[in-house]
């Protein structure tokens, strides 16, 4: 059975960091992302990372800001948030994919983290 089980988010300020986390668990994917969902807003990508070998995508509203990371050891995908902006207040879902695009087609999702910026 899989499971994405993420943790790490909060409350920040405008301009503060978090880091999120999730744990994967029950397959082998091949590419792991990050996705967001604000009030009233779709689902929008945010980052992703394959799950061997380089390779990391991100949107343009994040890059420079957030970065994400994997440690194979621990199956375990990590988002930092750096620079955070209030527009970055949302719900945080880690998706994990068995196919090839790594913007879309993810197959398996957690349960979600809220990331909650003040300004």
């Known amino acids: 059975q899989v499971q994405l089980v993420e943790s790490g988010g909060g409350l920040v300020q405008a301009g503060g960091s978090l880091r999120l986390s999730c744990a994967a668990s029950g397959r082998t994917f091949n590419n792991m992302g990050w996705f967001r969902q604000a009030p009233g807003k779709e689902r929008e990508f945010v980052a992703a990372?394959?799950?061997?070998?380089?390779?990391?995508v991100y949107a343009d509203s994040v890059k420079g800001r957030f970065t994400i990371s994997r440690d194979n050891a621990k199956n375990t995908v990590y988002l930092q948030m750096n620079s955070l902006k209030p527009e970055d207040t949302a719900v945080y879902y880690c998706?994990?994919?068995?196919?090839?695009?790594?913007?879309?087609?993810?197959?398996?999702w957690g349960q979600g983290t809220q990331v909650t910026v003040s300004s």
């Open positions: 990372i394959k799950w061997s070998g380089s390779g990391t």
């Open positions: 998706a994990a994919s068995t196919g090839y695009s790594r913007t879309h087609g993810y197959d398996y």
